[in-house]
């Protein structure tokens, strides 16, 4: 350890403002020295990485690693995969963080190393997806797709992904990264959408609801993280129509379900409903699963993917084991609909989403409802 890097160790807890340890790692970061945010990360960790808690810590490692990661570079790409692989640092939420880091700012030949040299095989296949995310053919490119391949992995949740991008997950919105922040769009509510309007004194068939709390979790998954890490509430619920039920009456349909998340609406509140392509609720469904809502990160792109195809399996009926191309043929069999209303069940700030998915047949009817606030 460097005379320079045991006085910053040595002084971080007393510091009021930490922007002076950025600059001097970005000070000679810019003379060429990536080792040196490399070796000043794994020193404070040894230090202080069982306190996670102190925010000096926590802001100042933050930097480097985004630093080392969204600096295009393969020396760069090297770095940061030491700092993050030392012993004192590895977790698995940081190797999520740290894979989108790198997918969004790397060639994917720079990231080699990462399947070649000292990384997780949680890291490895975070990697992997994030760089599907973005359009790389993984399977083409050397020193990935070696590793990628391999049915090693297969037992691995993300092994169930497909290496290749469906059409219906083709519109990804990934987050932008930069060693100050990072920014994201927020796809919620309608777009390439048909509008339906509740018709007057249309008639809904009977309706049973078979909500069943495993199916229910299921349908939640991309959203989940709302509830359990920021201050949002869900609904997810499953009903059987006693007969087909004719697209265009849809809106009806929704008003007569008794959910908790329109009432009132179709009285003084109007209910807005909206036949829309399943690519736009894969992405809508992405987006709260890999960005998350108004206090956390969400689980970032690989699984970010995962749950969203949990998601839309579950809405669309899908058996459990099938395999992810037989989830993509059901959920295109289904007519998608998203939808909102002004309701006092719906926080109305930013995350509010509302999916219903009419099984071919028409005989079945799924709901997925979320809100999140600050």
Not at 39 to 61: E, H, K, N, P, T
Not at 164 to 183: F, N
Not at 221 to 236: D, F, L, Q, T
Not at 352 to 374: F, N, Y
Request: charged share 20%; hydrophobic share 45%.
């Amino acid at each position: 350890m460097t005379e320079q890097i045991q006085k910053i160790v040595t002084e971080l807890p007393n510091l009021k403002d930490v922007t002076g340890v950025w600059a001097v790692a970005d000070d000679r970061f810019a003379q060429g020295d990536a080792a040196f945010p490399a070796d000043l990360g794994i020193a404070l960790a040894r230090m202080y990485g069982s306190s996670g808690q102190m925010w000096q810590y926590r802001s100042v490692f933050d930097h480097l690693l985004r630093l080392l990661a969204t600096t295009p570079g393969p020396d760069n790409a090297v770095q940061a995969l030491r700092l993050v692989c030392s012993a004192e640092i590895a977790s698995r939420n940081l190797d999520r963080y740290t894979a989108s880091l790198l997918a969004s700012s790397h060639e994917a030949t720079d990231l080699t190393a990462a399947f070649t040299g000292q990384a997780s095989e949680e890291l490895r296949a975070c990697l992997v997806h994030e760089l599907v995310l973005r359009g790389v053919v993984v399977e083409a490119t050397p020193g990935i797709a070696e590793w990628a391949t391999l049915p090693h992995w297969s037992h691995h949740p993300l092994g169930w992904l497909p290496l290749t991008l469906s059409d219906v997950e083709g519109c990804a919105e990934l987050p932008s990264y930069g060693t100050r922040g990072s920014s994201h769009s927020m796809p919620y509510g309608p777009s390439e959408s048909r509008e339906l309007t509740v018709i007057a004194n249309a008639r809904v068939p009977s309706v049973e609801e078979t909500t069943a709390q495993v199916t229910a979790t299921a349908m939640a998954k991309a959203v989940a993280n709302w509830a359990e890490e920021s201050n949002g509430r869900i609904e997810a619920r499953l009903f059987d129509l006693a007969e087909p039920l004719d697209v265009g009456s849809v809106p009806n349909a929704l008003l007569a379900l008794g959910l908790e998340c329109l009432r009132g609406a179709g009285k003084k509140t109007d209910l807005s409903v909206a036949a829309c392509p399943p690519a736009q609720v894969w992405r809508v469904l992405f987006a709260a699963a890999s960005t998350g809502g108004a206090y956390n990160s969400g689980s970032y792109g690989a699984y970010g993917r995962l749950a969203a195809w949990q998601s839309m399996a579950a809405l669309a009926g899908s058996p459990k084991g099938i395999t992810a191309s037989e989830v993509e043929a059901r959920v295109r069999d289904c007519t998608w609909h998203v939808f909102g209303a002004d309701t006092k069940w719906f926080e109305q700030v930013a995350w509010d989403i509302g999916l219903a998915a009419l099984a071919p047949g028409h005989r079945h009817l799924a709901v997925l409802a979320a809100t999140d606030t600050d």
